[in-house]
Nanobody
Framework: QLQLVESGGGLVQPGGSLRLSCVVSGFTLDYYSFGWFRQAPGKEREWVSCISSSGDSTNYADSVKGRFTISGDNAKNTVYLQMNSLKPEDTAIYYC?????????????????WGQGTQVTVSS
């Protein structure tokens, strides 16, 4: 049984930074690829970033390229999303997801497990 628990969300001013964590239990990171998604009120779920099981491949939505960085720590069984230069439009609930497919993809049907989400609010 794979479980994902997100943390690190909160209130931050525009231009600030925040690091989200996704703690994985049940299996090691080597067996899964991971993605971050977000959903703002009244909007559809949006893919943000992904990382392959080996960590050698990552990808980002155009809206966050150059500002967000996804990474993983196998020893800690944790996936991170470092968010810099935050904008009000980044405000959303952020979800961590795991896929049994090892490659990095924003294709939602590839993801088998989802966390409960953590709220990120960017406001002055």
């Amino acid at each position: 049984q794979l479980q994902l628990v997100e943390s690190g969300g909160g209130l931050v001013q525009p231009g600030g930074s925040l690091r989200l964590s996704c703690v994985v239990s049940g299996f090691t990171l080597d067996y899964y690829s991971f993605g971050w998604f977000r959903q703002a009120p009244g909007k559809e779920r949006e893919w943000v970033s992904c990382i392959s099981s080996s960590g050698d491949s990552t990808n980002y939505a155009d809206s966050v390229k150059g500002r967000f960085t996804i990474s993983g720590d196998n020893a800690k069984n944790t996936v991170y999303l470092q968010m810099n230069s935050l904008k009000p439009e980044d405000t959303a609930i952020y979800y961590c997801a795991a896929s049994s497919y090892h490659f990095c993809s924003g294709y939602v049907p590839y993801y088998d497990y989802w966390g409960q989400g953590t709220q990120v609010t960017v406001s002055s």
